[in-house]
């Protein structure tokens, strides 16, 4: 039976919804975005997301029918970090429904202006409010039930098409350190950013998709009594016992949206476990259905 304060966690990523239009600027031209665009067009980005809008809905279904309590959200609502981009999100998932939190991913933050005007955190403004230790946005931690819920931004506006690296960055990491250790109250922590600690494959990401200070990032929060680490930026599901990669376990919620890796996380937490459902999208009932389940033990 379940116990009346357990929530229900539905964790998200890696929309990467797109627009008709877009609101190009000259700059745009001669940054990370006109690479974005040929990805999306020439590469076969935007054919892999053919099907987003539909997903999503789907999924917006999904969250109402299962009584999602509360939604989180590790970053790639878009694919060229243009505002037009998220209100398509918006319009598809109505974020005043549900408390959530949410931080960017690396195409969020295309370009070093779509990071500075700061488009991602006005659209997610009702998914970020929280506790934070002083004016700067990130990190930032809010309650849910008997959780904490720690948002951390590890995208970063790059200058060059190649460059898909992260970076939580020294002054974001100092205030987590501080973060943490303010944090009163029991329950587990559960961090949430974009990037991941290692591949589904166990290896750790190539140098040009890599979070530069990771290894700093998991010493603090391994300090910080973290739980567990949830993410996104790979777009299929998997995760990772405590001990294996970090000293807590991994969990990456997958792309939400790209055809045939589809799937979402449904997760409760009881008793130091994090129950998990993977619910993945059946194209042939427009509808996401649970295809497998797991247990990790938190730190
Ligand atoms: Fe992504
Ligand atoms: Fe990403």
């Known amino acids: 039976m379940m116990s009346a304060n357990v929530l229900r966690f539905a964790h998200f990523s890696d929309m990467h919804l797109t627009s008709r ?5 000259t700059e745009d031209w001669f940054n ?7 990805n999306l067009t020439v590469a076969g980005r935007g054919y892999r997301f053919r099907h987003a809008p539909q997903t999503t809905a789907a999924m917006v279904r999904d969250l109402r029918q299962r009584r999602a309590d509360y939604l989180l959200f590790s970053g790639d609502a878009t694919a060229m ?26 195409h969020d933050y295309c370009t070093k202006t779509a990071q500075r005007e ?39 506006g790059n200058r060059w098409p190649w460059d898909a690296t992260g970076r939580v960055g020294a002054s974001q990491l100092q205030r987590l350190r501080v973060l943490l250790a303010g944090l009163t109250g ?9 990037y991941p600690v290692v ?27 973290v739980s567990a680490w949830l993410h996104g930026h790979i777009h299929t599901a998997f995760h990772f016992p405590k001990g294996v990669h970090a000293p807590f376990p991994i969990v990456c919620a997958g792309s939400a949206t790209q055809t ?33 389940a797991f247990e990790l033990e938190l730190a």
């Open 32 to 38: 990370k975005r006109l690479a974005a665009w040929l």
């Open 21 to 25: 239009r877009y609101s190009w600027r």
């Open 199 to 225: 591949r589904a494959s166990g290896r750790p990401e190539p140098f040009l998709r890599k979070m530069h200070d990771l290894d700093a990032v998991i010493e603090v929060c391994a300090a910080g009594r």
């Open 81 to 106: 970090g243009f505002d037009d981009e998220l209100e398509v999100l918006t319009s598809l998932l109505p974020l005043d429904e549900w408390p959530g939190i949410a931080v960017p991913g690396n």
């Open 186 to 194: 029991e329950g587990p922590r559960l961090l949430i950013t974009h």
């Open 260 to 292: 045939r890796r589809w799937s979402y996380g449904e997760y409760e937490i009881r008793d130091g476990l994090l129950r998990a459902g993977v619910r993945e999208y059946d194209p042939a009932g427009d509808l996401f259905r649970e295809t497998r």
């Open 118 to 156: 700061e488009i991602f955190e006005r659209r997610f403004a009702r998914w970020q409010q929280g506790q934070r230790i002083d004016a700067e946005r990130y990190p930032f931690a809010v309650r849910a039930g008997d959780v904490w819920l720690i948002g951390v931004n590890s995208a970063v």
